[in-house]
């Protein structure tokens, strides 16, 4: 069977992830070309004609999203076939160092988010932008879900001695239900 985990292991997300932060990196250097070309359009015609330069950068930014959604997919196929497999089998699936380069993977993207969102977008290509935030957003939480299952197989559960009253769980139950329909009706 050829699936995600078991085929290559995570060689598919060690070439999407530098592609698609150096996509990313050269798609974020082309809006400052963009912003200043669109300024010298304005100044030289009226004329609203997309220039060369803006098909470019949205056809980076569609290609972008495109390799944002393949690592998503990737992602839940991996999460859909750990998920199937028994603890122990998935407790060996990934060695230290292939979790060490994941929790990179996460990182660097989570770094490329907030890079993503700070940045200054040319009003041309606030709706993609808005677009590419969000597949950006929706392929790293594929791998966060990835890794905690992952670490969930790895890590042996803390156990701490402890009682629980059944009373005291359903009070709590009770006043958080009660708060959240507050909430909702606020």
């Given amino acids: 069977m050829n699936t995600p985990i ?3 292991s995570m060689s598919l997300m060690k070439d999407l992830t530098p592609a698609i932060l150096s996509a990313a990196v050269g798609i974020m250097a082309s ?3 963009a912003s200043s070309a669109g300024t010298v359009r304005q100044v030289a015609s009226s004329s609203h004609q997309q220039s060369q330069e803006d ?3 949205a056809n980076a930014i569609h290609a972008l999203i495109k390799e944002c959604g393949v690592m998503e997919q990737w992602a839940r196929a991996a999460i859909k076939e ?3 497999m028994p603890t122990s089998e998935l407790a060996h699936l990934l060695n230290a160092s292939e979790l060490n380069e994941l929790e990179e993977y996460v990182q660097q993207l989570r770094d490329l988010e907030i890079l993503l969102k700070t940045i200054e977008v040319p009003e041309q290509f606030e709706g993609l932008h808005a677009n590419l935030r969000r597949a950006l957003a929706k392929s790293r939480s ?3 879900l990835l890794q905690d299952l992952t670490l969930q197989a790895m890590k042996s559960p803390v156990v701490v001695p402890g009682v629980a009253s059944p009373v005291a769980i359903r009070a709590l139950a009770d006043h958080t239900t009660k708060r959240l329909v507050e909430l909702a009706n606020a």
């Fill in 82 to 84: 750990a998920c199937a």
């Fill in 142 to 144: 594929s791998l966060v």
């Fill in 6 to 8: 078991r085929s290559g």
């Fill in 31 to 33: 809006y400052s070309t």
């Fill in 55 to 57: 098909v470019a950068v």
